[in-house]
């Protein structure tokens, strides 16, 4: 048997391992327990899988191959990426852990939106349901081809198959997600998140250590030599690099982690955790990608347009075929780990903030998880439609995918982040932020990010920032209880 086979194979073999174990020991549990993992969650799963489900393919893939190609002003989107994790941890983790607790004990973002203001106007929790749906849909689709793509330089069968390859990943996820919910999704990110640094560590390192690097490449006084200065690049680059980072803090699928953790005194260790896997993360993908252009067979990837192969070609050149495979099977649990926890989140938004309150107030734990795996499975069946099609349509619904950030951090970011720090902050102004962030977002996408070259986060942000601030201020001030609920979100002594 082909070794990188035999790697890939043993690497499934455990993931789906995961969701039958989950499945088996969890089966009577409901709605919360598939949902949320029951609050249970310890700080080492919640850091991993906060930041193996943040981080996709891209990260193996996207993220080494655009600095190869288009040099250093790339670095700022790392730069803005570890900023931005770091800032989410530091301020917002602890505290939407207590405040989603608080609030009626929120097991989605959209219901703790609603619950944080104690209103039973279900207008912005079916907005948030919505948006998501779609959003998430999408990005599920866009992970199944970054599976599919890397299943093809694996088996060489597949790779004129797309279609087989697609199905094979996409049947992967849906079963351990399907079964295990959120307490598989997040032990397979874990090890997912261990396997993606260890191999964005290893590739490097060994890379470094090769025979065939034309080091005259960081040769300053060459002419074609390679700019290492990051301050070079233009101001638009560096804005926007820095900009990604405020992404973060409307991340639903990120933020659920934090509501997540067993209680808010594990914050710190994870945070800690977090933080570091993600600056070793980003450094050494830019470390292989400025390596990588020393590189013999580099520059025939550029040329063809497949820059984003880069660390396929050199797992494959520098190691042994079975750890290479385990290498490869890196960027297949970066995949995974961003769409199991997409599907959860899609899958428990409808059901939580759609299915429940407005089609079946009365519906029972057991019958609201399972509405929650049928919907699992829709929304990979709707996904794998789009990732399988065919023609122009098909690529403009994936080059949407990159906007998709954008649009949750202008819509959401602004808002989470004045409902945990602002205590007169409203109702109407959340969603005031809500809509004018993610319209500005779309708009300057549509009219003005070519022309500037600023991402389109930064004035969605900004925007809805500026709309909840004031229509929060034209509107009449909360209740006494929303006070008091804020005070007992924030108060030391809560037992959580």
Same mark, same amino acid.
């Given at each position: 048997?082909?070794?990188?086979?035999?790697?890939?194979?043993?690497?499934?073999?455990?993931?789906?391992?995961?969701? $039958?174990?989950?499945? !088996?020991?969890?089966?009577?549990?409901?709605?919360?327990?598939?949902?949320?993992?029951?609050?249970?969650?310890?700080?080492?799963?919640?850091?991993?899988?906060?930041?193996?489900?943040?981080?996709?393919?891209?990260?193996?893939?996207?993220?080494?191959?655009?600095?190869?190609?288009?040099?250093?002003?790339?670095?700022?989107?790392?730069?803005?990426?570890?900023? @931005?994790?770091?800032?989410?941890?530091?301020?917002?983790?602890?505290?939407?852990?207590? =405040?989603?607790?608080?609030? /009626?004990?929120?097991?989605?973002?959209?219901?703790?939106?609603?619950?944080?203001?104690?209103?039973?106007?279900?207008?912005?929790?079916?907005?948030?349901?919505?948006?998501?749906? +779609?959003?998430?849909?999408?990005? +599920?689709?866009?992970?199944?081809?970054?599976?599919?793509?890397? =299943?093809? &330089?694996?088996?060489?069968?597949?790779?004129?198959?797309?279609?087989?390859?697609?199905?094979?990943?996409?049947?992967?996820?849906? +079963?351990?997600?399907?079964?295990?919910?959120?307490?598989?999704?997040?032990?397979?990110?874990?090890?997912?998140?261990?396997?993606?640094?260890?191999?964005?560590?290893?590739?490097?390192?060994?890379?470094?250590?090769?025979?065939?690097?034309? #080091?005259?490449?960081?040769?300053?006084?060459?002419?074609?030599?390679?700019?290492?200065?990051?301050?070079?690049?233009?101001?638009?680059?560096?804005?926007?690099?820095?900009?990604?980072?405020?992404?973060?803090?409307?991340?639903?699928?990120?933020?659920?982690?934090?509501?997540?953790?067993?209680?808010?005194?594990?914050?710190?260790?994870?945070?800690?955790?977090?933080?570091?896997?993600? %600056? *070793?993360?980003?450094?050494?993908?830019?470390?292989?990608?400025?390596?990588?252009?020393?590189?013999?067979?580099?520059?025939?990837?550029?040329?063809? @347009? &497949? &820059?984003?192969?880069?660390?396929?070609?050199?797992?494959?050149? *520098?190691?042994?075929?079975?750890?290479?495979? $385990?290498? !490869?099977?890196?960027?297949?649990?970066?995949?995974?780990?961003?769409?199991?926890?997409?599907?959860?989140?899609?899958?428990?938004?409808?059901?939580?903030?759609?299915?429940?309150?407005? =089609?079946?107030?009365?519906?029972?734990?057991?019958?609201?998880?399972?509405?929650?795996?049928?919907?699992?499975?829709?929304?990979?069946?709707?996904?794998?439609?789009?990732?399988?099609?065919? @023609?122009? @349509?098909? &690529?403009?619904?994936? /080059? #949407? %995918?990159?906007?998709?950030?954008?649009?949750?951090?202008?819509?959401?970011?602004?808002?989470?982040?004045?409902? $945990?720090?602002?205590?007169?902050?409203?109702?109407?102004?959340?969603?005031?932020?809500?809509?004018?962030?993610?319209?500005?977002?779309?708009?300057?996408?549509?009219?003005?990010?070519?022309?500037?070259?600023?991402?389109?986060?930064?004035?969605?942000?900004?925007?809805?920032?500026?709309?909840?601030?004031?229509?929060? !201020?034209?509107?009449?001030?909360?209740?006494?209880?929303?006070?008091?609920?804020?005070?007992?979100?924030?108060?030391?002594?809560?037992?959580?």
């Amino acid at each position: 048997m082909n070794l990188e086979l035999a790697a890939f194979i043993l690497y499934f073999v455990v993931v789906l391992g995961i969701g $039958l174990f989950f499945f !088996l020991r969890s089966k009577n549990g409901g709605e919360k327990d598939y949902f949320l993992g029951g609050r249970s969650m310890g700080p080492w799963v919640t850091a991993m899988s906060a930041q193996a489900s943040d981080m996709s393919g891209w990260l193996l893939m996207g993220f080494p191959g655009s600095i190869l190609a288009f040099g250093m002003g790339q670095v700022w989107i790392g730069i803005g990426l570890a900023l @931005g994790t770091s800032l989410n941890w530091i301020f917002v983790a602890k505290r939407l852990r207590r =405040f989603s607790k608080a609030a /009626n004990d929120s097991i989605t973002l959209p219901q703790y939106l609603s619950n944080r203001f104690l209103t039973k106007n279900p207008a912005l929790q079916i907005i948030c349901a919505l948006v998501f749906l +779609v959003f998430f849909t999408i990005y +599920v689709a866009s992970s199944f081809v970054a599976g599919a793509k890397v =299943f093809g &330089q694996v088996f060489p069968p597949l790779a004129d198959k797309p279609t087989i390859a697609l199905v094979i990943f996409a049947a992967i996820i849906i +079963v351990y997600t399907f079964l295990g919910g959120f307490k598989a999704v997040c032990w397979t990110d874990f090890f997912q998140g261990i396997m993606m640094l260890v191999a964005l560590l290893a590739v490097p390192i060994v890379l470094y250590w090769a025979k065939d690097l034309d #080091m005259s490449v960081f040769d300053t006084t060459l002419e074609n030599s390679l700019n290492l200065n990051p301050f070079s690049s233009s101001w638009q680059d560096i804005v926007s690099g820095l900009a990604w980072g405020l992404g973060y803090f409307g991340m639903p699928h990120i933020l659920v982690r934090f509501m997540s953790i067993k209680n808010s005194k594990m914050i710190k260790k994870s945070a800690t955790i977090g933080i570091i896997w993600v %600056v *070793l993360s980003l450094g050494a993908a830019i470390a292989m990608a400025l390596l990588g252009r020393a590189y013999a067979t580099s520059a025939a990837l550029v040329e063809a @347009g &497949q &820059q984003e192969l880069i660390f396929v070609t050199l797992a494959k050149d *520098l190691f042994p075929a079975f750890i290479a495979g $385990l290498l !490869l099977s890196a960027i297949v649990a970066a995949a995974m780990s961003t769409a199991d926890s997409q599907l959860l989140v899609a899958s428990s938004s409808f059901t939580s903030d759609i299915y429940k309150p407005v =089609f079946r107030k009365n519906a029972s734990d057991k019958e609201t998880l399972w509405v929650g795996r049928i919907v699992v499975l829709i929304i990979a069946v709707i996904a794998f439609f789009i990732a399988n099609s065919k @023609g122009d @349509g098909a &690529q403009s619904i994936m /080059n #949407m %995918v990159g906007n998709a950030w954008g649009g949750f951090g202008a819509a959401f970011g602004p808002v989470i982040i004045l409902s $945990l720090f602002w205590k007169r902050f409203t109702y109407k102004g959340a969603i005031a932020g809500v809509i004018g962030g993610a319209v500005t977002d779309v708009l300057w996408l549509i009219f003005l990010t070519e022309s500037t070259g600023v991402y389109e986060l930064l004035p969605g942000f900004v925007v809805g920032a500026l709309c909840s601030i004031i229509v929060t !201020l034209i509107d009449k001030k909360p209740g006494k209880d929303v006070d008091e609920l804020y005070q007992r979100a924030i108060d030391a002594s809560i037992d959580d």
